[in-house]
């Protein structure tokens, strides 16, 4: 106990003399050569305990006091907070015994996995974590693969471990039979109460590489991440690999082609602390009057301005983030366009994994095609759009990428697809003229299910279509390898995973190529009248069900008029009807105005009224225009 209170007590010491009292000065980190730095991050499945660990981690490097702030101080943002899960990579400065440590923490949800691989890219190792409670997840396995080629040193550690009635050997057999562990590399902790904790900081310093960087050579940093700062602008996390930046200093961006000077440098500690320069191997960030958002992006390499160009190899960067979904975003009045701009435009810088593009509706007016990594992606950006911007949307009906191979005839593809003999379908607005196709594709994903071995045959009967390749973890659960179509993942999948197992199952996926599928427009019409906004692409096998659906909530949400109302999906440009209904018109009572007299003629009088109000009715169909309301557009497309 007291060799426990001296650790907390000298790290509170040598953090004191990281803080300076006077805020006009700023921080010295030249004493921390990179011997003495260690970069490294905590990966885990979601709800395996990533962020209560850091918040331990803080409080023994003496960060925060215990108790001082509220719990998960890593995970800041609100939505964070409200769904509990880490969406957002945080980064925070650990002074330990003598060294720098760099702890980022990462997210564990599968939509995120590109914010844990920029992460794994500026850490030298991590903390594999996997709770006692659950075992190895599916998640689990896709993040040790992320770090395994990275490189990167890995730390095991089983967490969760006091939690009453849990089988630690079991999860540690696990753990060897996947991954090929020792048990003595292993470390048994319980972030929530502490125990175990203490040591874990020494295990990062002795077991995890110093970074392999340069002091002696010109300044060359890596931007692995970057947000907007609504008074600062654009603010770019950066890893120094070579020499130093300090403030004043004249840098320049490789890809961008820009010149800037240095504002401030500093490090992250839950807040930002400005610091003197940045020496190679640090982690911090830079403001350097970097005005769009598109001058911090991710992956750029940023080097002194005095050094040729020619000169410097730049990082390799970041690979291209693919989208495996896209939706229309809208805002919900026209006036707010310009404002929403500015706020997507923002947010996308905070998250590089967001793909954007103009786009247009006649009901919706002007907005963007957005992509996104997953469906969760998608409902986590438009909550920080409303929750951080104000802002208020309409999100469309998610869709993937589907493709089409156009016939091998020159005035075909020169005609109508700009000499292109592959083409992309985002939405129903692109789908082509059937005839003009050889093939349709859709794209596939390699799924991993994580479950039970009593509950295989529930899974397998999700979907039908084709059959798993199964493995054991250990001898009461089973691995699932399953080639699924994506557009079939990313509907209600995880719904049906989770109630056909109890929500004992765990899956993750990841992108597969493509396969040719059986493809057709899903029109949706009003009164006759097609409305863009609600067709769909759907697989023909799944078209009447996806129909029936559609039908059913337009005539939930759209209002009585005056005159009859008919909606109806059909399968494109043709008759043929996959679902229909009808909304019943508004009727006047005319017996009011016979007083309850319906003797002497009273019928023939109501029945003439009757008789003149519905061919009335029939000729404003024939005119009028059905009134939507954009609250039905919102609540029809919201997934």
């Not at 802002?391 to 998610?398: A, F, G, M, R």
């Amino acid at each position: 106990m007291l060799i426990r209170v001296f650790r907390y007590n000298r790290s509170l010491r040598l953090y004191s003399s990281l803080r300076p009292d006077d805020p006009t000065k700023t921080l010295d980190l030249s004493s921390f050569t990179p011997d003495k730095i260690r970069n490294f991050g905590i990966v885990a499945h979601v709800d395996h305990g990533k962020s209560t660990l850091a918040d331990r981690l803080l409080e023994l490097a003496g960060v925060i006091r215990k108790g001082e702030k509220e719990k998960l101080l890593m995970d800041a943002l609100q939505v964070e907070k409200e769904r509990g899960i880490t969406v957002k990579a945080q980064t925070a400065v650990l002074p330990y015994k003598g060294h720098l440590l760099n702890l980022i923490d990462t997210p564990g949800h599968a939509d995120f996995t590109e914010e844990v691989s920029r992460s794994l890219a500026v850490c030298d190792g991590i903390l594999f974590l996997v709770a006692a409670n659950q075992g190895v997840q599916a998640q689990s396995i896709a993040n040790f693969w992320l770090a395994f080629e990275r490189n990167v040193t890995i730390i095991p550690v089983i967490n969760k471990v006091d939690i009453q009635g849990v089988n630690v050997n079991e999860v540690e057999t696990q753990m060897k039979n996947l991954f090929d562990f020792n048990s003595n590399e292993i470390l048994r902790i319980s972030a929530k109460n502490g125990l175990n904790v203490d040591g874990i900081l020494d295990k990062v310093i002795e077991r995890i590489p110093p970074p392999s960087v340069s002091l002696s050579t010109p300044l060359k940093a890596l931007i692995y991440d970057s947000y907007f700062d609504h008074f600062r602008g654009a603010i770019a996390l950066i890893l120094v690999k070579e020499g130093e930046i300090r403030r004043g200093s004249k840098i320049r961006s490789f890809h961008g082609d820009k010149e800037y000077e240095v504002q401030e440098v500093g490090i992250m500690r839950l807040e930002m602390i400005p610091v003197s320069s940045l020496y190679a191997g640090q982690v911090g960030y830079v403001i350097c009057n970097m005005k769009s958002a598109g001058e911090a992006r991710v992956g750029e390499t940023l080097f002194e301005s005095v050094t040729p160009k020619d000169t410097i190899t730049p990082f390799e960067g970041f690979r291209k983030v693919q989208p495996t979904l896209f939706a229309g975003l809208f805002p919900l009045e026209t006036s707010e366009y310009e404002s929403l701009k500015q706020a997507v435009e923002r947010l996308a810088l905070n998250d590089s994994s967001v793909v954007i593009q103009p786009d247009s509706s006649r009901a919706l007016g002007l907005g963007w095609k957005v992509g996104f990594l997953g469906v969760l992606h998608m409902e986590i950006f438009a909550s920080r759009l409303e929750q951080e911007y104000d802002s208020t949307v309409i999100l469309t009906q998610p869709s993937v990428e589907f493709r089409a191979t156009i016939k091998d005839n020159e005035t075909i593809r020169k005609k109508r697809y700009g000499g292109e003999g592959e083409i992309r379908i985002l939405d129903a607005s692109k789908f082509p003229n059937e005839g003009d196709i050889e093939k349709f594709m859709e794209p596939m994903v390699k799924v991993r299910i994580v479950i039970p071995s009593e509950m295989l045959g529930q899974v397998h009967s999700i979907y039908t279509e084709s059959r798993a390749d199964v493995s054991s973890i250990d001898e009461n659960r089973l691995l699932l390898l399953w080639r699924l179509p994506l557009a079939e993942v990313i509907t209600d999948f995880f719904e049906r995973l989770k109630r056909v197992t109890s929500g004992m199952a765990s899956f993750d996926y990841e992108a597969d190529g493509y396969d040719d599928a059986n493809l057709i427009k899903m029109t949706v019409s009003i009164n006759g009248k097609e409305i863009p906004e609600f067709s769909q692409v759907v697989r023909s096998s799944t078209a009447a069900e996806k129909a029936k659906r559609m039908v059913r909530r337009l005539k939930e949400e759209i209002p009585r008029q005056q005159f009859e109302v008919t909606i109806k999906a059909t399968v494109g440009e043709s008759k043929k009807s996959l679902a229909s209904t009808v909304i019943a018109p508004m009727k006047r009572d005319f017996t009011q105005l016979l007083k309850g007299n319906f003797g002497k003629g009273g019928m023939e009088r109501l029945n003439k009224k009757l008789g003149h109000q519905k061919k009335g009715k029939e000729r404003m169909k024939q005119i009028g225009n059905v009134q939507i309301p954009k609250e039905a557009f919102f609540n029809v497309l919201k997934n």
